[in-house]
């Protein structure tokens, strides 16, 4: 509320005016309440600060100034959650918790956390008011918490995955199965989407709520479905294995996804984490074989499984084994051209366990064994943090001294002969920046401007005496500026020595300079230009000035 003390002002003037009786007894009691919101006022006023409500809901793109926003909208719901009013009234907050969140969905419906915490606000508020018992009032901010979810996942975030589980899980919670049903169903019918979490989701939803036989229902449909991809038979294995203790079915499975996805190194090593997982040696080996035979799988795309299987037997086979799936890695890996020249690089892997290497990082960069590593589609090892440390590669390389730049801000305007942009010239010797910072600035002087060529090609044509003249005032002062200048020889026509080209109206005027003589530019002579420049012999004003001296 704006200018809420002109307004409490008008108030009390109306009361006097009817009953100044009343008017005490009612300021009395309105008091209060005026304070409290003078006092919210102004704390609203400071929170809001900022908030550019005008700007258009386009989706996130991480520019600082709508991060800004974003940090100052959240800032002003955290405030309205803080009871600014200090009500006891919990439906009251929460109607103004709901419209700063309104608010904030108006600039930043984009945004899926905003959405999830206007939700997140209700469900708390209506478990709160199911505390104090009453009822009614919960069941209204529960079914509007669900009103929330369905407006944002039927308008700007339609295909926000993170925002329908939460609201199937908010569906679950309050017991509406048919409704999760119908929400998974809604986002598997959309047609340009990865089904592939949802699959997995909605199996663990239907195995919780209807059990294992439900999950094995959606794992078919997933199963079906073309856009499905291989993390679906992974999550239904290990759900098999862990929920109904079955190994079999999980068996079974991964199976039924080898034969769709052989020439999927990351389905592979799954696989291959389970029957490790089992302890069973002899399928794990069998697994191997099976694979790196086949000739489903690229070099390039094998370097990761020849990796675990030469790990697999180093844990649990003999050198001879250890040997001769080395030798058959070598004959592999000697394809891709980035392993060529490398065995050494290769005889690594035999020795290295976890984060432990036989040879010291600057060692490992020298035999090649970081770009061997690099080549892998996936690797399971630290070795970017171990091989390659960012501090020492950071340190090695030069790097500008950043506190030396100047921002790159161009002038709008820059003064003709003046560089654009700040730093572009040298700064000004101690003495002229003083002199600079005394001085008017330019724009106070209009004129007349001097031609600087024309000077500067006089002052370059000057010849200057080797010695200073003797002064020629009688009381012995330094030498005076005219008496200096009466020594120079002005010399500017090169064509005719001895003359000075003078710039007039239209013509030009030539006169013989000696020593003593002084610059005059003119149209017209006069006689001081004959005159010597040695002072009258009865100058009366000098005599006179000499006296005083004495």
């Known amino acids: 509320m704006v200018n809420i003390e002109q307004l409490w002002k008008d108030y009390m003037n109306f009361e006097q005016n009817i009953n100044p009786i009343i008017a005490e007894k009612m300021a009395m009691e309105r008091s209060r309440d005026y304070m409290s919101a003078r006092r919210v006022a102004k704390e609203f006023e400071a929170v809001t600060r900022g908030l550019n409500r005008n700007s258009p809901s386009v989706p996130p793109t991480g520019h600082p100034e709508e991060l800004k926003q974003v940090d100052l909208w959240k800032k002003y719901i955290s405030w309205e959650k803080s009871n600014p009013l200090r009500t006891e009234d919990a439906t009251l907050i929460t109607r103004r918790v709901m419209f700063a969140f309104e608010q904030c969905l108006l600039c930043l419906g984009h945004h899926p956390d905003i959405w999830y915490e206007a939700a997140q606000f209700l469900e708390q508020s209506s478990k709160l008011l199911t505390e104090k018992g009453d009822v009614n009032a919960a069941k ?28 199937a899980d908010f569906e679950e919670g309050r017991l509406k199965y048919e409704k999760v049903h119908q929400i998974y169903n809604r986002y598997l019918d959309i047609t340009d989407v990865d089904p592939t979490l949802a699959y997995v989701q ?35 294995a290990l759900m098999e294995y862990y929920c109904s203790k079955d190994k079999n079915i999980a068996f079974r499975i991964f199976e039924l996804g080898l034969k769709k996805f052989s020439d999927n190194p990351e389905y592979i090593l799954c696989y291959i984490d389970y029957l490790s997982h089992l302890n069973e040696d002899n399928n794990t080996r069998v697994l191997f074989e099976r694979v790196l035979s086949s000739g489903s799988l690229e070099p390039e795309k094998s370097v990761d499984i020849w990796n675990r299987f030469l ?85 090695n390389m030069p790097r500008p001294d950043f506190t030396q730049m100047i921002p790159f801000k ?47 090609d006089v002052f370059s044509k ?25 020594s120079v020889h002005w010399i500017v026509d090169e064509g005719q020595e001895g003359t000075l080209s003078l710039p007039g109206s239209g013509t030009k005027r030539r006169r013989k ?21 040695a002072p009258p012999v009865n100058d009366i004003y000098r005599q006179r000035q000499q006296k005083r001296v004495k």
Do not use: W
């Open 311 to 395: 790990e697999f037997e180093s844990n649990i086979g003999d050198l001879a084994s250890i040997v001769k799936v080395e030798k058959r890695r070598s004959a592999v890996l000697g394809q891709i051209k980035e392993f060529e020249g490398k065995e050494t690089a290769q005889l690594v892997d035999r020795y290295k366990f976890l984060d432990l290497y036989p040879c010291t990082p600057a060692e490992l960069r020298s035999i090649g064994y970081s770009e061997v590593a690099s080549t892998a589609v996936k690797s399971f090892h630290p070795l970017s943090s171990i091989i390659i440390d960012p501090e020492e590669e950071s340190s």
């Open 462 to 486: 000057i010849q200057l005496p080797e010695t200073a003249p003797s002064p020629t005032a009688d009381n012995g002062c330094d030498t005076k500026l005219f008496d200096l200048a009466k």
């Open 202 to 236: 909605y199996m663990k939803f239907a195995r919780r709520a209807e059990g294992i036989k439900s999950a094995r229902t959606v794992f078919k449909r997933a199963r079906e479905d073309p856009r499905s991809r291989f993390h679906v038979f992974v999550a239904a």
């Open 513 to 533: 300079l000696g020593t003593g003589d002084r610059l005059v530019v003119g149209i017209e002579d006069s006689e001081d230009d004959e005159l010597s420049g």
């Open 410 to 456: 161009p002038k709008s305007q820059a003064i003709p002969g003046d560089h654009p942009v700040p730093g572009g010239v040298f700064p000004h010797p101690p003495a002229v920046a003083q002199l600079c910072t005394l001085l008017p600035p330019p724009g106070c002087f209009r004129g007349p401007f001097v031609a600087v060529d024309m000077l500067m």
């Open 140 to 167: 209204l901010f529960s079914d509007e918490a669900a009103a929330v979810y369905e407006r944002a996942t039927a308008s700007l975030l339609k295909k926000n995955m993170l925002l329908y589980f939460a609201y």
